[in-house]
């Protein structure tokens, strides 16, 4: 199967073929004429599986081939695509790939997040555009200052539904879709199918067609998944061993904390080891920065927490490391999930001390099998050590086990607003990444 034989255009497929891809992933293939028949989408895909280019080509698609339409106020270019994502970096990442793969297309597009100025914004969507990308708070901000018409959209896309979800974006949204035109396209992009997407599509969606391209909350089969059991306290030193071990020369780390993530990459530093922490507190710059020195090997060792690394889409990226496991069991299909993309081989460690051993048991009830444990030489854990609450920093709350409960809003999220493409502060310089013959998805920032 090739792209020309999906009902894309040749302008479009030449886009495409440029970048190096000359097969559509298996999401691609189901969602892209889905797309073009005009009706409502739900989709389950795993990041890194090209979801981003299987909405994207086939809404530039539609709107190469419809009729322009212009604010009856302005006279500039009506906005008709509407794409929603969680975070800043994921929504740079998805307007880059507008422009890459529309490039011979006639389409006006920009991207508006948080942490930079808002007039540069105002500017840009104020002399047309046919598709905006949008955090939900940034939006909403721009809607307030009556800088954006939701009048004339025809299709609105969700992407990471799931994660908009679990950051306390549902209100933003609905505030959103009351402004929407009744008679739209509706697309819905989910790595998870909890019971508050399924809520969400039901409302949301009218009749939709599903795709699913992998097992439901099922985590990359190829990615090589270990745990090795610590102490708490020897958790750094394990990393470090493992890194110079193994030579390790490109890996991102997980915390669940801001503050921990700080003090891991300044441990790391200490130690020799180049790290960088990214997290909602840091400046989109320093945040650009980090991610760009990481991606072209300048930087070994990248710390995250969940929210930050939905930026995170590297080709190849090899190792992945639970420093701390993630508390909500389907943060943990999202972050190995950085790993072995779209046909690449990759490795998932976490580093797991008593004090976890609820979570684990939750992570592998979900991804319904167990995960291999590894004792390291010289890094055994105490038999005899007793687990202790696990404190959520920003509130200051034992945080148990069980499974689902949504993380605090405040424990590593991003609550900043977002920019355009004629004043874009940091934005990647390049759509995500892209594995061999295939386009790739999207990537993860803030309101």
Not at 119 to 138: E, F, Y
Not at 207 to 228: C, F, G, M, Y
Not at 404 to 433: L, Y
């Amino acid at each position: 199967m090739s792209f020309s034989t999906l009902g894309l255009s040749e302008a479009i497929v030449r886009a495409v073929s440029e970048q190096g891809y000359t097969q559509p992933t298996p999401i691609q293939a189901q969602a892209i004429p889905a797309v073009l028949a005009g009706g409502d989408l739900l989709a389950g895909a795993q990041t890194g599986t090209g979801k981003t280019a299987g909405f994207m080509l086939p809404i530039l698609q539609r709107l190469s081939t419809g009729t322009p339409t212009f604010s009856a106020r302005t006279g500039a270019r009506a906005l008709r695509t509407l794409i929603l994502t969680p975070t800043r970096e994921l929504a740079a990442q998805v307007e880059e790939s507008v422009r890459t793969y529309g490039k011979y297309l006639p389409i006006k597009s920009t991207v508006v997040f948080g942490g930079v100025g808002i007039h540069p914004q105002i500017n840009a969507i104020r002399q047309g555009v046919d598709i905006l990308v949008a955090t939900p708070g940034r939006l909403l901000d721009l809607i307030q200052q009556r800088a954006v018409d939701l009048s004339k959209v025809e299709i609105l896309v969700l992407d990471e539904a799931d994660r908009m979800l679990d950051m306390g974006f549902i209100h933003d949204i609905k505030r959103v879709l009351a402004l929407l035109p009744p008679k739209r396209q509706n697309l819905l992009f989910s790595a998870t199918f909890s019971d508050e997407i399924k809520a969400l599509a039901d409302r949301l969606l009218d009749n939709p067609a599903l795709i699913e391209v992998a097992r439901r909350n099922s985590t990359v089969e190829i990615i090589d998944q270990k745990v090795h059991p610590v102490d708490r306290g020897r958790k750094a030193q394990l990393l470090m061993h493992l890194i110079r071990e193994h030579k390790w020369t490109q890996v991102l780390v997980f915390t669940r904390t801001k503050h921990g993530a700080n003090r891991l990459a300044e441990t790391l530093e200490k130690n020799a080891i180049s790290a960088l922490a990214i997290h909602g507190n840091k400046s989109q710059g320093a945040r650009t920065r980090a991610l760009a020195e990481f991606k072209t090997g300048q930087l070994r060792v990248l710390v995250a927490t969940d929210i930050a690394a939905r930026g995170i889409d590297i080709e190849e990226l090899p190792h992945v490391v639970n420093y701390e496991l993630p508390n909500v069991p389907e943060d943990y299909v999202h972050r190995i999930g950085r790993t072995g993309r779209a046909g690449a081989s990759g490795a998932a460690v976490s580093l797991v001390c008593v004090d976890e051993h609820v979570f684990l048991r939750d992570i592998e009830r979900l991804i319904k099998h167990s995960i291999a444990k590894e004792v390291i030489a010289g890094f055994e854990p105490d038999p005899t050590a007793v687990a202790e609450p696990i404190l959520q920093r920003s509130s200051g709350r034992p945080q148990g086990g069980g499974g689902g409960g949504r993380r605090p809003q405040s424990a590593g999220s991003s609550q900043g607003h977002g920019s355009s493409q004629g004043g874009r502060a940091g934005a990647p310089p390049r759509p995500a990444g892209r594995p061999q013959g295939r386009p790739g998805g999207g990537g993860r920032g803030g309101r």
